[in-house]
Nanobody
């Protein structure tokens, strides 16, 4: 079981920046990956960024070069730094974590995902 607490979000002008954070805690096992989805009204949910337990990082093409995801291992917190925001970035952003099991020194994802409550990001133009 993974618990997620999100913070951040809000209203920002186009070209501005916001920082989202997500703190994860777990009872057992490990967290294989954390990241952020976003969903705008009338749009499909989009995977924005992912960071794995091995620090592999992936970004959606739409945010490459503008967003940066990082992880604080000590606090099990992931941060999404969003720069050069555009109106099309407006969406509800939700943190997720993939549960995992420890195999040797690796954390292998189980396919079970846990979600934060979501936070609204609105970019005005």
């Amino acid at each position: 079981q993974v618990q997620l607490v999100e913070s951040g979000g809000g209203l920002v002008q186009a070209g501005g920046s916001l920082r989202l954070s997500c703190a994860a805690s777990r009872d057992t096992g490990c967290i294989s990956a954390m990241g952020w989805y976003r969903q705008a009204p009338g749009k499909e949910r989009e995977l924005v960024a992912v960071i794995t337990s091995g620090d592999s990082i992936s970004y959606a093409d739409s945010v490459k070069g503008r967003f940066r995801i990082s992880r604080d291992n000590a606090t099990t917190t992931v941060t999404l730094q969003m720069n050069s925001l555009k109106s099309e970035d407006t969406a509800v952003y939700s943190c997720f974590a993939e549960d995992g099991v420890t195999v040797q020194v690796m954390c292998i994802g189980t396919g079970d995902h846990y979600w934060g409550q979501g936070t609204q990001v609105t970019v005005s133009s």
